[in-house]
T-cell receptor, first 117, second 118 residues
Framework: GAGVSQSPRYKVAKRGQDVALRCDPISGHVSLFWYQQALGQGPEFLTYFQNEAQLDKSGLPSDRFFAERPEGSVSTLKIQRTQQEDSAVYLC???????????????FGPGTRLLVL | AQTVTQSQPEMSVQEAETVTLSCTYDTSESDYYLFWYKQPPSRQMILVIRQEAYKQQNATENRFSVNFQKAAKSFSLKISDSQLGDAAMYFCAYRSAGSGGGADGLTFGKGTHLIIQP
């Protein structure tokens, strides 16, 4: 595909349910980022992968949040025992991942809107 | 930790006029990168312009330019000849030049909603 894709685009979950959000980065992109965007706010960094290695997970809000990228391409963000405060748009971004070019462009997906009832 | 502040929740401009969006940031680092992203209603975030902190020259991309004041920690975006397609949320973002400890991701402001009046 031409860009970053995410699925599902919308997800409604009952409090306590587990959810899995998928991100397909641009082919060949080494770096992958997850962000959480609450209503009316800017995105907040959750975690970062370089290939299959999760190099930074400092933004994950609790141990209910788990992300993986087992083959260095598709990534899944899993939220266990969802809470109402988890309601947000979850954005995925990818970049080429040339490490000495920290300014390089992050290409964002359309996001998954999660609503926890 | 770094913070990014956008003090204008909403701005309105007439088509073809010029508008400036404000952004300030707080950091103790000397080397970093600053970005303006545009998020149209479809929610796909698009990079508008970037600035390396070590460069004194302000970045320019066609109708978009920045006023980077490092000492004041200010990074405003000027949009000239505003077009209807410029209507969107605009986010200012910061990225450390280091790595690890949360430095790898972007730190965003809360955004400014730009309205273009025909």
């Amino acid at each position: 595909g031409a860009g970053v894709s995410q699925s599902p685009r919308y997800k409604v979950a009952k409090r306590g349910q587990d959810v899995a959000l998928r991100c397909d980065p641009i082919s060949g992109h080494v770096s992958l980022f997850w962000y959480q965007q609450a209503l009316g706010q800017g995105p907040e960094f959750l975690t970062y992968f370089q290939n299959e290695a999760q190099l930074d997970k400092s933004g994950l809000p609790s141990d209910r949040f788990f992300a993986e990228r087992p083959e260095g391409s598709v990534s899944t963000l899993k939220i266990q025992r969802t809470q109402q405060e988890d309601s947000a748009v979850y954005l995925c971004a990818s970049s080429l991942g040339i490490r000495d070019r920290v300014w390089e462009t992050q290409y964002f997906g359309p996001g998954t809107r999660l609503l926890v009832l | 930790a770094q913070t990014v502040t956008q003090s204008q929740p909403e701005m309105s401009v007439q088509e073809a006029e010029t508008v400036t969006l404000s952004c300030t940031y707080d950091t103790s680092e000397s080397d970093y990168y600053l970005f303006w992203y545009k998020q149209p209603p479809s929610r796909q975030m698009i990079l508008v312009i970037r600035q390396e902190a070590y460069k004194q020259q302000n970045a320019t991309e066609n109708r978009f330019s920045v006023n980077f004041q490092k000492a004041a920690k200010s990074f405003s975006l000027k949009i000239s000849d505003s077009q209807l397609g410029d209507a969107a949320m605009y986010f200012c973002a910061y990225r450390s030049a280091g790595s690890g400890g949360g430095a790898d991701g972007l730190t965003f402001g809360k955004g400014t909603h730009l309205i273009i009046q025909p």
